[in-house]
């Protein structure tokens, strides 16, 4: 049993630092597209908050959906999230 525990703890942290790098390429990755791909400061930051809404989807739905608008498959009228309201607020935290 001491052994279970001693190698559940040791999986428990390869699965951390894999789900910490694996976010980390995933952010530099939006970070490279959207400066690459979008055109406006405005398509920049929308494509940015988009972007990080796919961590936090509870269906694979979902995740499809926000894939297919940042690859400008589907209008973002098709996803359901308050942007505008977001995007204020994070313009006035970039101002601060």
């Not at 428990?12 to 979008?38: A, E, G, P």
């Not at 942007?83 to 006035?92: G, I, K």
Request: proline fraction near 1%; glycine fraction near 2%.
């Amino acid at each position: 049993m001491k052994k279970l525990i001693q190698l559940m703890g040791d999986i428990t942290i390869i699965n951390h630092t894999c789900i910490f790098f694996s976010q980390v390429h995933w952010k530099r990755s939006v970070m490279r597209v959207s400066t690459r791909d979008c055109d406006t400061a405005l398509a920049v930051k929308t494509f940015r908050l988009l972007a990080e809404k796919v961590a936090s989807c509870e269906t694979k739905q979902e995740v499809q959906t926000l894939f297919n608008v940042l690859a400008s498959e589907l209008q973002i009228s098709s996803v359901n999230y308050p942007l505008r309201a977001e995007m204020r607020a994070s313009s006035t935290n970039n101002e601060n």
